[in-house]
Nanobody, 124 residues
């Protein structure tokens, strides 16, 4: 079993940066692809980044490509999401999640474990 705890959210002005962290418990952390998701009020949850088990493959949707960077430190059981050039539309609760059935940076099944989320608010 894996427990995920996000941190690093907060309030930032448009154009600013934040780095989110997702700390994972459990010795099997390296077996999981990790994804970052976000959900804004009244909107569906959307994926913002994924990273493969060994960190060699990543995925970003067009909405964040070039602005967000996902990375992982398997020795520290931690995943990071560096967010630059933030926009008001990036405001949401951000979640990390772990997926065990994977192909590269793609989750082939459902995400097995979720964190509790961290709020990111970008002011204009």
């Amino acid at each position: 079993q894996v427990q995920l705890v996000e941190s690093g959210g907060g309030l930032v002005q448009a154009g600013g940066s934040l780095r989110l962290s997702c700390a994972a418990s459990g010795r099997t952390f390296i077996r999981y692809l990790i994804g970052w998701f976000r959900q804004a009020p009244g909107k569906e949850r959307e994926i913002v980044a994924t990273i493969s088990r060994n960190g060699g493959s990543t995925y970003y949707p067009d909405s964040v490509k070039g602005r967000f960077t996902i990375s992982r430190d398997n020795a520290k059981n931690t995943i990071y999401l560096q967010m630059n050039s933030l926009k008001p539309e990036d405001t949401a609760v951000y979640y990390c999640a772990a997926c065990s059935i994977t192909s590269g940076a793609g989750c082939l099944g459902s995400y097995d474990y979720w964190g509790q989320g961290t709020q990111v608010t970008v002011s204009s």
